[in-house]
């Protein structure tokens, strides 16, 4: 069993920045392939950013490339997501996700899910 817990989340303007945070807790978390996603209201949830157990593989959609990061600490076993340049459309709940055998790049991929923090862009 693993545990996700995110943070992080708010209210920023456009054009700002934001730093989510997912730790991971569980005995054998440290293993999984972690991801981010993200669902606005009335829409299903997207993909955002994967990342392998090491650090070293990393996963993005189109449409946060450039602008998101992805990163992941393994001493303090939590993942982050840095969002800049932030717009209106990035709206949605964030949520963290883990999955043993891969990247999380789908919805239906995930073994694990955090609870959700929102985030609101102000324009």
């Known amino acids: 069993q693993v545990q996700l817990v995110e943070s992080g989340g708010g209210l920023v303007q456009a054009g700002g920045s934001l730093r989510l945070s997912c730790a991971a807790s569980?005995?054998?978390?440290?293993?999984?392939?972690m991801g981010w996603f993200r669902q606005a209201p009335g829409r299903d949830r997207e993909f955002l950013a994967g990342?392998?157990?090491?650090?070293?593989?990393?996963y993005y959609a189109d449409s946060v490339k450039g602008r998101f990061t992805i990163s992941r600490d393994k001493a303090k076993n939590t993942v982050f997501l840095q969002m800049n340049s932030l717009k209106a459309e990035d709206r949605a709940v964030y949520y963290c996700?883990?999955?043993?055998?891969?990247?999380?790049?789908?919805?239906?991929?995930?073994?694990?899910w955090g609870q959700g923090t929102q985030v609101t862009v102000s324009s």
């Open positions: 569980g005995r054998t978390s440290s293993s999984y392939y």
């Open positions: 996700a883990a999955r043993l055998n891969g990247p999380p790049t789908s919805s239906t991929l995930v073994d694990y």
């Open positions: 990342i392998n157990s090491s650090g070293g593989d990393k």
